[in-house]
C-alpha cells in the first residue's frame, strides 16, 4: 500500500532563518506530487505541484519553492522566513489519471515563524 | 477559473441530529467533485467524490452528498451525526492541467458535535 509521510510535523523558526520540510511517497511511482498550505481561518492554497523529477510549477509568487530531487521526495524550501509564511503545510500526491486523481495528503508540517 | 464556495464557516448541531454543510461551485467545465475532512491537527481524509454517474455519492463514516447540476451544488449530509464528527470539512473541485490534477479548495466547515 502507498503512504505519504511529512517531515517535521512541528517547527518553529525565527524570522530570517531557512526552511525545509520534506515529503517522501513509498509504495508508488511516478506519481503527482503536490505542495499545499493552509493558514490559520482560511482554506488551503495550492503552492507547487510537480509531474516529475526536476518539474516544478509555481501556483503563486511567494517567498518559498520546491525541489524534486527524487521520484517520490518533495523539497519544500526556504531562504529566508518571513512572519506570513507561518501556517500548515500539508504534502499530497495522486496517481496520473487526469481530472480524476485523488490526492492523498501527508499529516501536515506545522510552522511557526516568530 | 473554477472556485469552489462553503457558504458556512461553522456548524454547531447537536448528537443524532441531521447535518447538512453546503458547497456551491462554478465552473466552465465539467466537473469532478470532492469531500474531504480534516481532524484537528491532522492532513485531509477523502470523504467522498462525484465523478460521473448517479449524482448521490455515498462515503466514508456514513456522509453522501448530492451534484445538483442546475444548482451547481454539491451538499454534505448525515442523516445522524456523532461527536467523532467533529471536524473541518472542505468541498473541492479538481481540474487538469497537463497530467496534474490540480484541487481547488473550499475555505472550509467546521463541523462542531455537541451532547
Known amino acids: 500500500s502507498q503512504t505519504i509521510h511529512q517531515w517535521p510535523a512541528t517547527l518553529v523558526q525565527p524570522v530570517g532563518s531557512p526552511l525545509s520540510l520534506e515529503c517522501t511517497v513509498e509504495?508508488?511511482?511516478?506519481?503527482?506530487l503536490y505542495w499545499y498550505r493552509q493558514a490559520a481561518g482560511r482554506g488551503l492554497q495550492l503552492l507547487f505541484y510537480?509531474?516529475?523529477?526536476?518539474?516544478i510549477s509555481s501556483e503563486v509568487p511567494q517567498n518559498l519553492s520546491a525541489s524534486r530531487p527524487q521520484d517520490r521526495q518533495f523539497i519544500l524550501s526556504s531562504k529566508k522566513l518571513l512572519l506570513s509564511d507561518s501556517g500548515f503545510y500539508l504534502c499530497a500526491w495522486s496517481v496520473k489519471l487526469g481530472r480524476a486523481n485523488v490526492l492523498t495528503f501527508g499529516a501536515g508540517s506545522r510552522l511557526t515563524v516568530l | 477559473a473554477q472556485s469552489v464556495t462553503q457558504l458556512d464557516s461553522q456548524v454547531p448541531v447537536f448528537e443524532e441530529a441531521p447535518v447538512e454543510l453546503r458547497c456551491n461551485y462554478s465552473?466552465?467545465?465539467?466537473?469532478?467533485l470532492f469531500w474531504y475532512v480534516q481532524y484537528p491537527n491532522q492532513g485531509l481524509q477523502l470523504l467522498l467524490k462525484y465523478l460521473s454517474g448517479s449524482t448521490l455519492v455515498k462515503g466514508i463514516n456514513g456522509f453522501e452528498a448530492e451534484f445538483n447540476k442546475s444548482q451547481t451544488s454539491f451538499h454534505l449530509r448525515k442523516p445522524s451525526v456523532h461527536i467523532s464528527d467533529t471536524a473541518e470539512y472542505f468541498c473541492a473541485v479538481s481540474e487538469l492541467t497537463g497530467t496534474a490534477s490540480k484541487l481547488t479548495f473550499g475555505t472550509g466547515t467546521r463541523l462542531q458535535v455537541t451532547l
Open positions: 465552473s466552465s467545465v465539467s466537473v469532478y
Open positions: 510537480s509531474v516529475g523529477i526536476g518539474q
Open positions: 509504495g508508488t511511482s511516478n506519481p503527482n
